[in-house]
C-alpha cells in the first residue's frame, strides 16, 4: 500500500506561481511511475503531467505544455509540479498518483494509488 500526500496549494493571482508537492509513504517509490490530476467541479478528473521513474521521461497535457513542469526526487519520496502562469481556468483540486506500468498513462483508473488532493484556486 502506498500513502501519498499533497501539499502546496492555495489562492493565487492569475499570472502567478505555485509550487505542488506530493510525498509518498513507500521503500519503492522509484518502481512508480508518478502522475499529476485536477479536477474541477463538476467536470472529470484530468490528467496534467506524468514522470517515468528515473525523470527522464515527462509527458504534458496540451493545455498546460510550456507552464507545468514535473519533476521528482527518488530519494525523498517526493514529486513535484511548478505552476507557472496561473490562470482561472487552473481552478481545481490537483491530486498525484502512482501506478506500477511501463509506461506513462492519462487515464485515472490506470493508477494504482491517489493522494487526498490539495485545492488550487487561481482568482482573475
Known amino acids: 500500500q502506498v500513502q501519498l500526500v499533497e501539499s502546496g496549494g492555495g489562492l493565487v493571482q492569475a499570472g502567478g506561481s505555485l509550487r505542488l508537492s506530493c510525498l509518498a509513504s513507500?521503500?519503492?517509490?522509484?518502481?512508480?511511475?508518478m502522475g499529476w490530476f485536477r479536477q474541477a467541479p463538476g467536470k472529470e478528473r484530468e490528467f496534467v503531467a506524468g514522470?517515468?521513474?528515473?525523470?527522464?521521461?515527462?509527458y504534458y497535457a496540451d493545455s498546460v505544455k510550456g507552464r507545468f513542469t514535473i519533476s521528482r526526487d527518488n530519494a525523498k519520496n517526493a514529486v513535484y509540479l511548478q505552476i507557472n502562469s496561473l490562470k482561472p481556468e487552473d481552478t481545481a483540486v490537483y491530486y498525484c498518483?502512482?501506478?506500477?506500468?511501463?509506461?506513462?498513462?492519462?487515464?485515472?483508473?490506470?493508477?494504482?494509488?491517489w493522494g487526498q488532493g490539495t485545492q488550487v484556486t487561481v482568482s482573475s
Open positions: 514522470i517515468r521513474r528515473s525523470s527522464g521521461s515527462t
Open positions: 498518483a502512482a501506478r506500477l506500468g511501463a509506461s506513462i498513462a492519462t487515464l485515472p483508473l490506470e493508477y494504482n494509488y
Open positions: 513507500t521503500r519503492t517509490f522509484g518502481s512508480y511511475i
